[in-house]
């Protein structure tokens, strides 16, 4: 009986575990001296390049994922945009030259490194990086 309890135990520690990383997604994260925790639609007006300042913050350099499911759910669940449909807005403000689009990294270690280094600087990484060389400022 009590070895039954284990395995059960065990299962539901499994479970628990898996439900935690599923539910892990994209957070706008910033340098941890960025003054403030700006509004989600300043932080959208970043990313679009309606803006390139924070309220409280002053200017502000974002960064990106160059790729991959973590960039993919922010763009759509976040700004509201596919990644097709993202990199059109940046295409097209880069050749006017009203705005200089979002760094690029490979990989979450590498935008992390950088947020954390960097002044002003703001980024999106899965929630399971976020650990306490950045700070959080939005969640989706």
Do not use: C
Not at 76 to 89: D, E, I, T, W
């Amino acid at each position: 009986m009590r070895k039954q309890s284990m395995h059960q135990a065990f299962a539901a520690l499994v479970l628990l575990i898996g439900s935690v990383a599923a539910s892990a997604g994209p957070v706008v994260v910033a340098n941890p001296a960025l003054a403030g925790k700006p509004a989600a639609d300043d932080i959208k007006a970043i990313f679009l390049g309606q803006s390139s300042a924070l309220p409280g913050a002053g200017a502000v350099t974002p960064g990106l994922p160059k790729d991959g499911k973590v960039r993919e759910d922010f763009l759509s669940g976040f700004v509201g945009k596919s990644n097709q449909q993202y990199k059109a807005v940046w295409t097209q403000l880069i050749f006017t030259g009203k705005a200089q689009a979002p760094k690029q990294f490979e990989n979450d270690d590498e935008l992390k490194k950088w947020i954390a280094a960097t002044p002003n600087s703001i980024g999106v990484l899965d929630s399971s990086k976020v650990d306490g060389t950045v700070k959080v400022i939005s969640g989706q």
